[in-house]
């Protein structure tokens, strides 16, 4: 996904906090995904970091996403962040999905981990279950910023 992907309203939301056209934390990214996949691997499960979550983190990761109507609602785009457990959900769903998920976030308000496919699409793991969130980063900061509800992840299942 290219800037010129991005509607002018998440863009603009996107600029406000933080992110630039060609951003990318380089190095950082890269130890970001490779702290996050070692937490997989002590939790025995393999979590392999797709292109579209490697591409997301480098675009956008350490920014704190806030919703513009709702303060105390951010995405926090740092896929560090998770439970011991969480590998295992992860693959599950992926195994729901037919295709591997990789974090790349979270959401702040219960933090619920965001995470990228192999297409690229957004997927939310939340205590209640996997929610789609969007086919794109684009879509889905659009939906993020719209209120659009989150069909279940089970929608999308093979």
Known sequence: MSSEDLTPGVRD??????????RDIGEQAEEL?????????RQGVSL????????????????RLTHPRVPDMAWVM???????????AIKELAS???????PIGYES??????????????????HTGGYYLGENASDAFS??????SDPDAEDFFV
């Open 48 to 63: 392999n970091p797709v292109p579209a979550a490697v591409h997301l983190v480098h675009t956008y990761g350490l920014l």
């Open 13 to 22: 939301w996107l600029t406000a906090n933080g992110w630039s056209p060609g």
């Open 78 to 88: 740092k896929p560090t962040i998770g439970y011991d457990g969480d590998a295992a």
């Open 96 to 102: 729901g999905l037919g295709k591997e998920l990789f």
């Open 33 to 41: 995904i490779q702290v996050r996949a070692e937490d997989a691997r």
């Open 109 to 126: 308000s219960e933090y619920g981990i965001l995470l990228a496919d192999e297409e690229g699409r957004l997927f939310h793991l939340h």
């Open 143 to 148: 939906r993020f910023l719209s209120g659009v």
